[in-house]
């Protein structure tokens, strides 16, 4: 017996202890021909031979399966060091990547906008006629239509040329108060060094009961806004107009490049236009059926934000994909 414990010790394969498991504990193996020997044994001495050989029995049983189990772990450990990939390997091809200029303005202004309890909502960019201009006080044929150059599809639809729709989606769908901000792409027949027939948008809402929402309102956390995005700046509101919005006002910073005294981006005003907003017009209001309720609007393109950050000259440079350009952004 003392060799096969031995054996079953040594075992260096799963396969050798297999054969081990065989000659053992198998019917023409060595335990199976001592029980039947015993059989032959003289009848006093077969209680005890019964005995001893239940005792190697259980031995080599616990041996054996001990032994199984480490050579279970080794293969296991043989196996894996076999397939393992080698993570800090150099590789001439691996790049670090960033997010696009555009995409990271854009984070940063829906992160201020969520800091202050708007929520972020967002709409389809084929839009319909009615959410893209009827409800926002812009009927058939007014001509505050060629404001926004249009791409048109069959059955009045359109790919949405601000996100304001996404405003009347929502308080179509909503109960007043609303605090929203919609950002997301928009599209106009505009093709020039600051404009894209693809852009950003952010615009946001706000809807409470009549007489709680005031310019001042709307004033505070626009400076508030501009202060964050562009540091210390003077903020300016210019009256305006926009058929969704009564009174409007387009608001300007300070020149951020000349700090105010005049230079070639500020066109020598000292002022950059960066924002449109107003006290949202009752017609809207009646469009999406919303009674005795007051609220402040406003809009802002976020490629224009991006270039006055970035300082950068040609907005189409932004989706042409160069990876120089991009580079520059890491
Ligand atoms: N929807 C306007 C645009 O795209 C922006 C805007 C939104 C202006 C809300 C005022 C109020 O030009």
Known sequence: MEEWYNAIETAETAEKLEEIRIAVFGKKGVLAAEFEKMKTAPNDQKAGIAKELNIHKGKLTGLFSERKAVLQTLELERAMKAEAIDVTLYSPTSQRGALHPVMETMDRIVDYFAAMNFAVKTGPMV????HNFEALNLPKYHPARDMQDTFYFKDEMLLR??????QIRTMMSHKPPIRMIAPGAVFRRDYDLTHTPMFHQVEGLLVDKEGKVSFANLKFILEDFLRYMFGDVEVRFRPSFFPFTEPSAEVDISCIF????GCRVCSKTGWLEVLGCGIVDPNVF???GYKNVSGYAFGLGVERFAMLIHRIGDLRSLFEGDIRLLEQFK
């Open 286 to 288: 009646e469009a999406v």
């Open 127 to 130: 839009e319909d006629d009615f």
């Open 161 to 166: 040329t601000h996100t304001s729709p996404v």
């Open 258 to 261: 000349c700090g105010g005294d």
